[in-house]
């Protein structure tokens, strides 16, 4: 290709190529170049080793990033962990307390509309006896069905 005088030229792209075939050329020639694909081209490989140069920049910006701070403080980051624990159990006792008295003014104005109060009572000796007298009959009647 010699020396290439556009971006175009370096993808190997027409200039009125797709922005699809532009991705597709781009992503070809990226795979081409990596230093994975290419342990033996020396001009790749000096990146791969890490034997690229520091630059002045390079040199004042690690040490930007070293002398700055990580952005908070474990301390800090434990004490507002409680107080939200602390605020977020507040906040849940809040709702069960609304949620009780919703949940009791419901069941005061079903019992004031239909009835209630009494809880029943046991049924009599002579109830049970019928109650079970007819439960056995129906289990007798579905055996007779099955046989």
Aim: overall charge positive; proline content about 5%; hydrophobic content about 25%.
């Amino acid at each position: 290709m010699g020396n290439p005088s556009s971006l175009y030229e370096v993808l190997g792209v027409e200039k009125t190529a797709s922005q699809q075939d532009i991705k597709r050329a781009y992503h070809k020639l990226a795979l081409r170049l990596h230093p994975d694909k290419n342990p033996d081209d020396e001009s790749l490989a000096f990146i791969y080793r890490g034997e690229l140069k520091s630059t002045k920049a390079y040199q004042k910006w690690a040490k930007q990033v070293s002398d700055t701070n990580p952005p908070t403080n474990p301390l800090r980051r434990q004490e507002k962990s409680k107080k939200a624990s602390d605020d977020l159990y507040a906040i849940i006792s809040l709702r069960q307390s609304e949620r009780k008295t919703r949940l009791d003014s419901m069941f005061s104005s079903l019992v004031s509309k239909y009835g209630g109060g009494q809880p029943s009572c046991e049924p009599t000796e002579e109830e049970f006896e019928a109650a079970r007298k007819k439960l056995e009959n129906r289990k007798g009647s579905r055996k007779s069905n099955h046989k």
